[in-house]
C-alpha cells in the first residue's frame, strides 16, 4: 500500500531497463488489481523521462485494457512518436505476462506565453469544513472501504457533496460530485513528481461522479474505469489542496461518462479530467 507520499515518490521511481523500457515495482497491497491511477501516473513517468527537459506534459490520453496483477512488475514500453520544435508525443504501453494491460498517449509543449482565460471557480466551504472520506465510504456501508483506505493513504481527501446531498441545486447537471484533495508531505519540489502524483489521485472518485444522480453507492454497483484523460494548464503542487469538481453530463448503456475541473485553493484552473467506465448494476450470483 501507498501509506505516505515518500512511498508513492518510490512507487513513481521507475527502473530503467533500456532506452525507451522501464519497469514499475508493486505496493504492497492485498488487492488482486492495480489500481488505475498507479498505471496511468508510472506510464506518465516513462514516458516524461524520454522527452527533452524543456518540455512539460499538456495531456494525456489512455485506455485500461486488463486488470493489472499486483504480484508482479509492471513493464513500460515507449515509442517516440514525435520531437517537434514546440511538440513532443509519447505512446506508452504497460504490459505484464506478455500482454498490454494499458495504453496511454501524452503529448509534451516547450513553454512559451499566450492568451489567457478559465472558468471561474465555484464557491465552496474550505478543505477544513468537508468530510473525511474513509469515514464517508464507511458510513455509506462500502465494503472496501478500509481497504481503499489504506490503499490511498499518501493522500487526504474532504468530501463537500453530490447532487442529493450538500450540493445547490442544478437543473442542467443532475450528477456532480466536489472534493477538496492533496497529496502529504514529502513530495519534494520536482514539477514532474507533482504531475505525476496528480494523475495518481486523478483516478479517486471521478468515475464515482457518474452515481452521483442515483440512489446508489459503489457498493451496488459493477464499476471499471475504460479509459482516462487529462488536460495540464497551469504549473501547481499536488501536495497543495485541489478542488475537484466532477459532474457527469450522461449515463447509459451500463456507462458512465465523468468530467472534472481541477481548482486550486487560490482559484485558478490548473487541469481539467475526463473518464468514461463501466457502471453495471451488481446482480444476485
Do not use: C
Not at 489504506?150 to 463537500?160: F, Q, S, T
Amino acid at each position: 500500500m501507498t501509506v505516505s507520499a515518500a512511498a508513492l515518490v518510490d512507487l513513481l521511481d521507475l527502473e530503467r531497463i533500456d532506452t525507451t523500457l522501464f519497469r514499475g515495482r508493486q505496493p504492497d497491497t492485498d488487492r488482486q488489481r492495480v489500481f488505475g491511477g498507479q498505471v496511468a501516473a508510472q506510464a506518465l513517468v516513462a514516458g516524461t523521462r524520454t522527452v527533452d527537459p524543456e518540455f512539460g506534459v499538456h495531456s494525456l490520453h489512455s485506455y485500461f485494457l486488463l486488470p493489472g496483477d499486483t504480484a508482479v512488475p509492471i513493464v513500460y514500453d515507449v515509442e517516440r512518436l514525435r520531437d517537434g520544435r514546440s511538440f513532443a508525443t509519447r505512446r506508452v504501453v504497460a504490459r505484464q505476462h506478455g500482454r498490454a494491460i494499458y495504453f496511454q498517449t501524452a503529448s509534451f509543449h516547450r513553454t512559451e506565453d499566450g492568451y489567457e482565460h478559465q472558468d471561474a471557480m465555484p464557491d465552496v466551504p474550505e478543505p477544513a469544513a468537508g468530510l473525511d472520506m474513509a469515514d464517508l465510504m464507511r458510513r455509506s456501508g462500502n465494503q472496501e472501504s478500509d481497504a481503499l483506505a489504506k490503499e490511498w493513504a499518501a493522500l487526504e481527501a474532504r468530501y463537500v457533496g453530490h447532487s442529493r446531498f450538500n450540493l445547490p441545486d442544478d437543473g442542467e447537471h443532475p450528477a456532480r460530485v466536489r472534493m477538496w484533495i492533496r497529496v502529504g508531505e514529502g513530495l519534494g519540489n520536482d514539477p514532474q513528481i507533482h504531475l505525476a502524483a496528480f494523475t495518481y489521485a486523478s483516478d479517486i472518485g471521478l468515475l464515482g461522479a457518474s452515481l452521483a444522480a442515483h440512489d446508489v453507492t459503489p457498493a451496488d454497483v459493477q464499476m471499471a474505469s475504460l479509459d482516462h484523460a487529462i488536460w495540464f494548464h497551469r504549473p501547481f503542487r499536488a501536495d497543495d489542496w485541489w478542488l475537484y469538481d466532477m459532474q457527469s453530463p450522461s449515463a447509459q448503456g451500463a456507462r458512465g461518462l465523468a468530467l472534472a475541473k481541477v481548482f486550486t485553493a487560490d482559484g485558478r484552473l490548473v487541469a481539467t479530467a475526463a473518464q468514461e467506465g463501466l457502471i453495471r448494476p451488481r446482480r444476485d450470483g
